[in-house]
Every structure is written in structure tokens, then in C-alpha cells.
């Protein structure tokens, strides 16, 4: 199914999400990633698994399309800091002429008696309107403690050459609602000659 497709070359990126909401504080997710040209993946993040904690992520991507584009990276990981833990995870993106799915989906498992387990994953589905712009819904669910959680919502964003915002409204319907707002830089490593 999937191709031995071969990287050109390295990439990596760094992603800011932002989370607004009026009920909660103020919190700063960074993400870096890296690609090798052989596929090879990494992820920094910090904030993301619960905050003041710090993951990291390694993993292999591995293409496939011909009318369909599909890539899918499973990852493992390590947390440290108000969770600390280890988590299994995959990233899967796929896109059909202007229309994509992506999905964050992990497990994780905590390692101190006072940190639960839990399942998350985060889903969009959208429309790249034109090069630079897209829109869609997205969802994220949690399950921790045998009680599952599911938020709803919009996602929007603008693209400029390597630069994307996206702005996504979570229970926009509901109290409680709220905003995550991204700055994402992502770039190509050459080879030096």
C-alpha cells in the first residue's frame, strides 16, 4: 500500500498555537518538527500533552497516492514535566483534488501514580478554497478516566509561500467556547554541496 517513496530532502518547521478563551488562561503551545530526506520524523512540543510539559516525538513517514495522497507517520514519545509519560501516536494526512483530512491521534500513558492515562485526537476536515486559503470543521476528543470529551468547531487559514495562520473556533455555539490561533513557519533543508 504504501510506496518506498523517496524525501527529496529535509524539511522541519516550527508551529505556535495560541489558545484564547475567556473561561480558561492564556496558553502557548510550540511545536518543532523535522523530516530527514529519508523520511525520519521528529516533533518538540511543549504545552501539548498538559501544560508545563515538554514531549518529545520520533517516528517514520511513509507515502502513498496516486488520485489519493496519503501519508501517515507513527510516532513514540516521552513527556516530562505536570505530565510525565509515555505516548504512541500517528499523524495521517491525506488530500483529494482541493478536499483534506488530517488527524493527530495518541495514547498515552503516565508513569506517576497521580497522572491518568488518556486518549486524544485531534481531526479537520476542509477545503483548499484556492493556494492560499482554506476552511473546514475539526473536532478533538478526549477520554481520560473512562469519561470522554468531544469539542467541535471551524477551522480557516491563510497561507503565505511558507508562512500559514490557521484560526480554528472550538464550541463556538456553547458556553465556554474558545479560539486556537497558529503561526507556522515550515521550510526545506538543502544539501550542502
Not at 518543532?32 to 520520533?58: C, M, P
Not at 505530565?83 to 483534506?100: C, H
Not at 477545503?127 to 473536532?139: E, F, Q, R, T
Not at 511558507?162 to 455555539?173: K, T, W
Amino acid at each position: 500500500m504504501f510506496s518506498g517513496t523517496a524525501f527529496t530532502q529535509a524539511k522541519s518547521g516550527i508551529e505556535n498555537y495560541n489558545l484564547l478563551s475567556q473561561s480558561e488562561k492564556y496558553i502557548w503551545m510550540p511545536i518543532i518538527h523535522y523530516q530527514s530526506s529519508k523520511g525520519i520524523y521528529t516533533e518538540l512540543r511543549y504545552n501539548y500533552e498538559d501544560v508545563q510539559t515538554l514531549s518529545l516525538f520520533a517516528g517514520k513517514t511513509f507515502t502513498s497516492g496516486k488520485t489519493l495522497d496519503f501519508t501517515i507517520t507513527p510516532m513514540a514519545g516521552f513527556s516530562t514535566g505536570k505530565f510525565t509519560g509515555l505516548s504512541l501516536a500517528a499523524n495521517l494526512d491525506t488530500e483529494w483534488k482541493n478536499f483534506y483530512l488530517s488527524s493527530q491521534t495518541q495514547y498515552s500513558i503516565g508513569t506517576k501514580k497521580e497522572v491518568d492515562n488518556f486518549f486524544f485526537t485531534w481531526s479537520e476536515l476542509g477545503y483548499n478554497i484556492s493556494k492560499n486559503l482554506y476552511s473546514g470543521v475539526a473536532a478533538q476528543y478526549t477520554r481520560q478516566q473512562g469519561v470522554g470529551s468531544i469539542e467541535s468547531g471551524f477551522v480557516a487559514g491563510v497561507i503565505f509561500k511558507n508562512v500559514e495562520v490557521p484560526v480554528y473556533v472550538f464550541n463556538p455555539f456553547k458556553p465556554g467556547g474558545h479560539f486556537v490561533v497558529g503561526l507556522n513557519y515550515e521550510f526545506d533543508l538543502k544539501k550542502k554541496r
